[in-house]
């Protein structure tokens, strides 16, 4: 059963810091690792994917991804109160397979 | 920026009715994908589609479930006979082939009530 982990949260910082979101997986055979987040009632909205173990840059994100730990992670800096949201980890085997979802982490950014 | 659309955005049926949700992909997809949400749990995925065929589905796809492309935009998921259960929002995504971006992306989602 392939699954990945998060810490539910609510994870609250405060306006300007920096968000911190881990996320484990348990397949090692996983390829693709994304990151979506949600607001209340709506569809997921991608933010970042990563492919490769390192870091990868987007503007105020960073995904990180370590292979041989099974572990991804997500920084936001300059944390706003419009990144208040759920973000969902979500692995793939390949390009085509279906994107496994965790729970999410609620983040409250405290204005 | 083309997106996923999806229609309704909200559906109340009764029990044991069949329901048809409709998705529009984006153009120059070839992948797609039906997922559920129940009301504070996980996304889950129920189907994948390809070529004109289902390329996966989970055990939730049961019986009571079919997917189908009848034109060259539409991807329509039906459920013949709703149970209380399979309330939820139900999101449809697309990915483009190989070469492309492998990410998939979602439509805004119908929430489906089944009464």
Known sequence: QKEVEQNSGPLSVPEGAIASLNCTYSDRGSQSFFWYRQYSGKSPELIMFIYSNGDKEDGRFTAQLNKASQYVSLLIRDSQPSDSATYLCAVNMRRDDKIIFGKGTRLHILP | ?115
């Not at chain 2, 949700?21 to 995925?45: A, D, M, T």
């Not at chain 2, 939820?88 to 492309?100: D, H, L």
């Open chain 2, 1 to 115: 920026e083309p997106e996923v659309t999806q229609t309704p955005s909200h559906q109340v049926t009764q029990m044991g009715q069949e329901v048809i949700l409709r998705c529009v992909p984006i153009s120059n997809h070839l992948y797609f994908y039906w997922y559920r949400q129940i009301l504070g749990q996980k996304v889950e995925f129920l189907v994948s589609f390809y070529n004109n065929e289902i390329s996966e589905k989970s055990e939730i796809f049961d019986d009571q479930f079919s997917v189908e492309r009848p034109d060259g935009s539409n991807f329509t998921l039906k459920i013949r006979s709703t149970k209380l259960e399979d309330s939820a929002m139900y999101f449809c995504a697309s990915s483009p082939r190989a070469g492309g971006s492998e990410t998939q992306y979602f439509g805004p989602g119908t929430r489906l009530l089944v009464l």
